[in-house]
C-alpha cells in the first residue's frame, strides 16, 4: 500500500513540473509577441512634408482634406533615377528648356517635401544624345561650337547640385562635338541608348519628362 502511494505521489510531481514548464514557456511566448508588438508600434513614422515647396500648408494651398489624401515617397534611400535628354526645347519658341524643369522639381521634392540628400539617398543622371546634345556645349569654350547651348546656365546649376551628365560619342562624333567644347564635368558614354539601358539593369528608374 505504502509503495502505490509512493508511485502516485512521484507521478503527480511529474505532472506538476510539466504544468509549470508548460506554463512559462507560454509565458515566454507572450513576452516575445509584446516584445515584438512594442517594435512595430515604436517605430516613428515618417514626417511628409518635412517642409513645404510654396511656403503654404497643403490644406491652405489646395483645399481642407489635401493633407490626408496625399501620397508621400515611401522609398527615402538608394533612389536611382535617369532621364533622356534627347531635345533642347520644350516649345516651339523655345523659351524652356525641355526636362531640366522637371529634374529641379525632383531634387526639389526629394530634398524640400521629403528631407533627403542627393548622393547619400537619391541619384540623379541625365544621359544627352540626339538633339539633347547641346546641353553640353559650353559657349565659353575657348574652341566655339558652331550652335549655342541656350540654356547653359541651367545645366551648370543642376551640376552644382550634383546631376551627372554623360553625353553620347555616336551623337557627338555625327555633330562633330569634341571634348573642348563641351561644359568641363560632363562624361562621356559611348552610346546614349545603351547606357540608359545598363542603368536601367543597375536599377536606375527611367523617367521620361
Known amino acids: 500500500m505504502c509503495r502505490l502511494l509512493l508511485l502516485f505521489l512521484l ?111 537619391y541619384d540623379i543622371t541625365g544621359v544627352l544624345y540626339s538633339a539633347g546634345a547641346i546641353f553640353a556645349i559650353d559657349n565659353n569654350a575657348a574652341i566655339p561650337f558652331p550652335d549655342q547651348n541656350p540654356f547653359q546656365a541651367e545645366i551648370e546649376e543642376l551640376m552644382a547640385k550634383g546631376v551627372h551628365l554623360y553625353l553620347c560619342q555616336n551623337t557627338a562624333r555625327n555633330m562633330g562635338i569634341r571634348l573642348e567644347n563641351i561644359i568641363p564635368g560632363i562624361k562621356f558614354v559611348t552610346s546614349g541608348v545603351t547606357a540608359i539601358a545598363d542603368l536601367q539593369l543597375m536599377e536606375y528608374a527611367l523617367v521620361q519628362p
Not at 500648408?57 to 538608394?78: A, M, N, Q, W
Open 11 to 121: 507521478a503527480l510531481s511529474g505532472c506538476t513540473e510539466n504544468l509549470d514548464s508548460l506554463t512559462m514557456e507560454n509565458r515566454n511566448v507572450v513576452s516575445r509577441e509584446t516584445d515584438d508588438d512594442d517594435i512595430s508600434t515604436s517605430a516613428a513614422p515618417v514626417i511628409c512634408p518635412k517642409d513645404l515647396v510654396s511656403g503654404i500648408p497643403l490644406d491652405e494651398e489646395f483645399g481642407v482634406g489635401t493633407s490626408e489624401i496625399t501620397r508621400c515617397l515611401k522609398k527615402h534611400d538608394d533612389i536611382r533615377v535617369v532621364y533622356p535628354l534627347n531635345r533642347v526645347c520644350k516649345n516651339d519658341i523655345c523659351d524652356k528648356a525641355y526636362a531640366l524643369g522637371n529634374i529641379r522639381n525632383a531634387i526639389s521634392d526629394y530634398e524640400i517635401t521629403h528631407g533627403l540628400l542627393l548622393h547619400e539617398d
